[in-house]
């Protein structure tokens, strides 16, 4: 799959507090709520626009803006941490809906335990916020649930992805567009993304482990 990177210095700096080993939560959740602006302003770069006017103090003046409304999806628990971001640079009409999922350590299969989202997804513009794509097998199993709410526009942003993910998602859901801050080397044999940046929602909510 030939995701979307969002490279330069500002990203680069981001990534590289999420991956050092000495970043605290603190640090980790600021950081990837900046990368959650940065890389869902990069996924909606091309997305469908309509043109209006305002009136500035100065007078008229042409506008453009969404022709489609956004929903936010973070995948639980780590997507939470790029929503803040994502919404601040979003319009206000921005919608949020929720995917609470847990991968099984054995098989490395998701488990969904929650599922909130809003309705009338068809029009609009459905961005899944995701912090690893490993397996792929998380990403793939929210998209099936989006497109099982009738969204017909889905883009997925992720901070990290392996090969191995974005191979399972080019076979899955090829027609998804896929942004992310990078594209490491493999996974080993736990399933974890090499070299990566560890369990991601342990070290942004400073759990045992992270």
């Given amino acids: ?21 000495g970043s605290s939560a603190g640090v980790m959740r600021r950081h990837a709520s900046s990368l959650g602006a940065a890389l869902v302003a990069g996924a909606l770069e091309d997305a469908a626009a309509e043109t209006g006017q305002v009136v500035s103090p100065m007078g008229p003046a042409a506008v453009s803006r969404f022709a489609r ?9 780590a997507g939470l ?5 994502a919404l601040g640079v979003l319009p206000d009409d921005t919608r949020v809906g929720f995917l609470g999922m847990v991968r099984n350590e054995e098989t490395l299969a998701p488990d969904i335990h929650m599922e909130r989202l809003p309705a009338d997804l068809d029009d609009d513009e459905v961005v899944i916020l995701e912090m690893m794509i490993a397996t792929g097998g998380s990403s793939s199993a929210a998209i099936d649930v989006i497109r099982a709410a009738r969204a017909r526009s889905i883009h997925l942003c992720g901070v990290l992805a392996a090969p191995e993910g974005l191979a399972r998602l080019e076979a899955d859901h090829p027609d998804v567009r896929v942004t992310v801050a990078a594209v490491d080397e493999r996974l080993d044999e736990r399933g974890f993304i090499i070299p990566g940046l560890g369990d991601s929602g342990d070290r942004l909510y400073g759990l045992p482990g992270g």
């Fill in 81 to 85: 941490g790029l929503l803040d971001g």
């Fill in 1 to 21: 799959m030939d995701a979307r990177v969002i490279d330069g210095p500002l990203v680069g700096a981001h990534l590289a507090a999420l991956r050092d080993e």
């Fill in 69 to 77: 409304r956004i929903t936010l999806v973070p995948i639980l628990r």
